[in-house]
């Protein structure tokens, strides 16, 4: 069985970075085509995509929040963290990661984890 | 990069009728890339539809995708009570994904 879970802070400060885990279990970070993926939603709001890495440690980011984001992967750990600096109150969101497949013919995000809320607030 | 803008915002139906959303990109997208995720509330977002036309494992066959280019649609043949919802569209192209903004499917 494939499963994803966020762990983090729940609370953060702004101008603080936030750190995020995703654990994985069930498939392997070195599964080729195969990778994790970080999106968010801010309450009453849309999904926000911010991440992804991939087996090959390929990485991508949303292009608006690029500068703030660093995403790394810990394969013998089964972990994926992502980082973001300069927190807002704008960013309180729950943070979602998510089992990600990426081949020549096809990209989804299959597999979801519950999802961990982040709230930014002095 | 690409917007995904999904019509309507709210559509109101009554189990048993179909359901059609669309989703319009503001420059063409890979069918391969375009997938649909159901979101129930408190909920993670649960995959339906890749490669704009199949379905996910486990997902009933009322569900359908369909569209090309700039253009996809998600149908609901027979609306069932679980499937009232938000549905979002996400595209995967030059190495940047999107989704769109939702559309809730909301009991008439």
């Known amino acids: 069985q494939v499963t994803l879970k966020e762990s983090g802070p729940v609370l953060v400060k702004p101008t603080e970075t936030l750190t995020l885990t995703c654990t994985v279990s069930g498939f392997s970070l070195s599964n080729a085509r195969m990778g994790v993926s970080w999106i968010r939603q801010p309450p009453g709001k849309a999904l926000e995509w911010l991440a992804h890495?991939?087996?090959?440690?390929?990485?991508s980011y949303s292009t608006s929040l690029k500068s703030r984001l660093t995403i790394s992967k810990d394969t013998s750990k089964s972990q994926v963290v992502l980082t973001m600096t300069n927190m807002d109150p704008v960013d309180t969101a729950t943070y979602y990661c998510?089992?990600?497949?990426?081949?020549?013919?096809?990209?989804?995000?299959?597999?979801w984890g519950k999802g961990t809320t982040v709230t930014v607030s002095s | 990069e690409i917007v995904l803008t999904q019509s309507p915002g709210t559509l109101s139906l009554s189990p048993g009728e179909r359901a059609t959303l669309s989703c319009r990109a503001s420059q063409s997208v890979s069918s391969s890339y375009l997938a649909w995720y159901q979101q129930k509330p408190g909920q993670a977002p649960r995959l339906l539809i890749y490669g704009a036309s199949s379905r996910a494992t486990g997902i009933p066959d009322r569900f359908s995708g369909s569209g090309s280019g700039t253009d996809f649609t998600l149908t609901i043949s027979r609306l069932e009570p679980e499937d009232f919802a938000v549905y979002y569209c996400q595209q995967y192209g030059s190495t940047s994904v999107t989704f769109g903004q939702g559309t809730r499917l909301e009991i008439k």
């Open positions: 890495i991939f087996s090959n440690d390929e990485k």
């Open positions: 998510a089992r990600t497949t990426y081949t020549y013919y096809y990209y989804y995000m299959d597999v």
